[in-house]
């Protein structure tokens, strides 16, 4: 006990000297209680901090790619998530998912496609039982809890699609369904469709969503949809907006379409203007039936399937750069942007040019990835425009 007393103090006696000689200061630590100890002795601890957790306003959502032919994203479904593939589209307005109930044998897109199980949600919420049958779609309507990004859109009304028709544009299509963000004008779900919904909710606050797809070769990842506003990190320069012309289509004007012959000349199309929509779920640039073949011409595309045209793949980067003005604006598209590459699951992949019959009335024109790849485009629906914007 002597002896450690001793130590003791011959240590104290060391450390003040030196303490001394080099400045050194003991500063006293005091222990305090950790929030969680707070709490348990007040639950009203951390109101009394103020402390809240401030919810997003916006939202950036990861779209991925296939082939060159179509963006998605994922989303889930229902509590627990059920997991789908689907494509933003501002030609449709509803949102619709395959269902369990969906035959294989009678429709055997029904195969591929992840379908919707309304049982084994807890979040499902029964309405009355409406039919649903749009464009070789058919089923019924159902209410659930959709889940993307940080986001959760409760009580969206959708359309659970029990029967798919095999067309075309079902027939190759990728993803399991389809959220739309077309006006509600067009919506034969219900008028608070899933972005006026996430409005109404106040889970976003502006009245915008943006999109960004890339022709990235090297990544599976095919851009961002950007909902409640825009991201200038992508915008190169000013951003062009030009009026919504009917609030139906995402729908705008054309000034000229117009495709080089040589370095001096030009062959122009829709030189009086012109009315397109924007599509962002489809890499085709729609064009009236007369312009077709002409366009494609121009652009050396022989005909190949399903009245689409192709071009080998090793010219894509020797194409012909086509110019769009909107706006006054001239934006430029290369191969690269109007080229689609797809495979034909027999001989390979084939480049398939995104020109093709818009389908459409009144010689409307429609402007898919093939257009959208090589811009950044805003669509603002409280102002009825959309900004076009270049690449950074």
């Not at 639950?43 to 402390?51: A, D, E, F, T």
């Not at 506003?229 to 992508?234: A, F, I, Q, R």
């Not at 995402?250 to 929509?277: H, L, R, Y």
């Amino acid at each position: 006990m002597t002896c450690r007393l001793i130590f003791l103090l011959f240590f104290y006696f060391v450390y003040c000297t030196i303490a001394e000689e080099t400045n050194i200061y003991r500063m006293p630590l005091i222990r305090r209680k950790s929030p969680l100890q707070m709490l348990i002795k007040d639950p009203h601890y951390m109101r009394k901090l103020n402390i809240q957790k401030i919810p997003p306003t916006n939202e950036n959502i990861t779209l991925f790619k296939y082939m060159d032919s179509e963006y998605y994203a994922e989303i889930l479904v229902g509590k627990p998530g059920q997991k789908f593939s689907v494509i933003f589209d501002t030609t449709w307005s509803d949102m619709w998912l395959p269902s369990k109930l969906c035959s294989e044998i009678i429709y055997p897109i029904c195969l591929k496609k992840n379908k919707y199980d309304q049982d084994i949600s807890s979040t499902h919420k029964f309405i009355d039982p409406t039919p649903f049958n749009v464009d070789g779609l058919v089923g019924n309507l159902t209410c659930d809890t959709i889940r993307l990004g940080h986001l959760n859109v409760t009580d969206l009304i959708f359309a659970e699609i029990i029967g798919i028709q095999n067309l075309t544009q079902y027939q190759f299509m990728h993803a399991d369904g389809i959220i739309g963000l077309g006006y509600n004008t067009m919506a034969r779900t219900t008028n608070n469709t899933f972005f006026y919904k996430l409005l109404d909710d106040k889970k976003i606050l502006k009245p915008i969503f943006s999109v960004y797809m890339n022709r990235d070769v090297t990544s599976t990842k095919g851009g961002t949809i950007f909902l409640g506003g825009y991201e200038p990190k992508h915008i190169s320069g000013e951003i062009t907006y030009v009026p919504v012309v009917t609030k139906n289509y995402w729908q705008i004007e054309m000034n000229q379409f117009s495709v080089p012959i040589n370095k001096t000349n030009a062959m122009t199309f829709c030189d009086q203007g012109c009315q397109v929509i924007l599509d962002t779920s489809s890499n085709q640039i729609g064009v009236p039936t007369k312009y077709v073949a002409s366009i494609n011409y121009l652009v050396k595309a022989t005909l190949y399937l399903y009245n689409r045209y192709e071009v080998k793949c090793s010219l894509v980067n020797k194409l012909p750069k086509i110019t769009i003005n909107i706006g006054s604006r001239d934006f430029h598209l290369s191969g690269r942007h109007y080229i689609q590459k797809m495979d034909n699951g027999q001989n390979g992949t084939v480049c398939i040019t995104a020109f093709c019959d818009s389908g459409l009335d009144d010689g409307l024109w429609s402007l898919g990835g093939g257009f959208l790849s090589s811009v950044y485009t805003t669509f603002d629906l409280e102002n009825n425009r959309i900004g076009i914007a270049n690449l950074r």
